[in-house]
């Protein structure tokens, strides 16, 4: 073992590298409406990794038991065809690096978070909704020259309505992050 590896310099790596995974799946998520294997199999590994130098109670057993349970939380919901595999991919890899306790959590705002977006999809198909999302899609919003979306998949053109989930599953991490910075 490393003798220059310590618990706070492993923390402060796990928690970049749980920020910079959630970050970039969630660009890949909102842009392309997929997060890419190679991002979520390299960040695994990273995970592991680090899980492998911990020293004391946060070692292997401990990052596999977060990466199975953010697995465990979200399965459900890709069997039953409401989430697509990536998203549960994604937040098993998360579970790898934040470990059990965390990945409840960030599970648990994210099915908020989820929940209000799928609200605010809902009422956009009522008639004040839908003047309200009219009104903002007429902004100039090309002056900014923000990249452009993909357009939506066909295997989702049939759904109610469709919800990039990586980037609600980020949006959890970052506010857990804030919690936990914040006590």
Not at 41 to 56: D, E, I, K, R, V
Not at 97 to 122: K, N, R
């Amino acid at each position: 073992m490393m003798p220059f590896f310590t618990d706070v310099s492993l923390a402060s790596y796990a928690v970049a590298g749980l920020l910079i995974v959630a970050i970039l799946a969630a660009w890949h998520d909102w842009f392309q409406w997929r997060i890419p294997n190679r991002l979520l199999a390299a960040s695994c590994a990273a995970a592991l990794m680090l899980a492998a130098f911990a020293p004391g109670s946060h070692g292997l057993a401990y990052s596999l038991a977060g990466g199975f349970l953010g697995f465990a939380l979200i399965w459900p919901f890709y069997w039953k065809g409401g989430m697509a595999p990536g998203d549960v991919k994604l937040l098993a890899t998360l579970g790898l690096f934040a470990g059990p306790a965390a990945v409840i959590d960030i599970a648990l705002i994210s099915f908020f978070i989820g929940g209000l977006w799928s609200v605010i999809l809902l009422l956009n198909r009522t008639t004040t909704g839908g003047l309200v999302y009219a009104r903002i899609r007429s902004m100039p919003w090309h002056l900014l020259n923000l990249p452009q979306r993909d357009p939506i998949p066909r295997t989702y053109v049939t759904s109610r309505g469709v919800i990039p989930y990586g980037v609600v599953i980020a949006l959890g991490v970052v506010i857990k992050i804030c919690l936990i910075w914040s006590s």
